[in-house]
């Protein structure tokens, strides 16, 4: 089956920053959009980029300019820089794999910003 494994998380101050990855397996990889997801304690999960397999991309409001998303479809990883980090980044972030009706979620890992 389908298989997307995040690394990366961790704690880290306020404007610091954060580099996640995905490893992606038993896909081809370079048909799928990849994304970025995330779900602060208590609330739903969010979008908070994609990229799909044309280049286009789709970025949320609240971290634009801060936050950047890449592939690397020769290694099947997908990556999200974190910069300038606010306490309301806090979140668990998924990564996302989609492609037509394919649609398939890492397990997690926890991204905590705190002073």
């Known amino acids: 089956q389908v298989q997307l494994v995040e690394s990366g998380g961790g704690l880290v101050q306020p404007g610091g920053s954060l580099r996640l990855s995905c490893a992606a397996s038993r896909i081809i990889f370079s048909l799928y959009t990849m994304g970025w997801y995330r779900q602060p304690p208590g609330k739903a999960r969010e979008l908070v980029a994609t990229l799909g397999s044309g280049g286009f991309i789709n970025i949320a409001g609240s971290v634009k300019g801060r936050f950047t998303i890449s592939r690397d479809n020769a290694n099947k990883m997908v990556y999200l820089q974190m910069n300038s980090l606010k306490p309301e980044d806090t979140a668990l972030y998924y990564c996302?794999?989609?492609?037509?009706?394919?649609?398939?979620w890492g397990q997690g890992t926890q991204v905590t910003v705190s002073s």
């Open positions: 996302n794999a989609k492609w037509g009706p394919e649609d398939y």
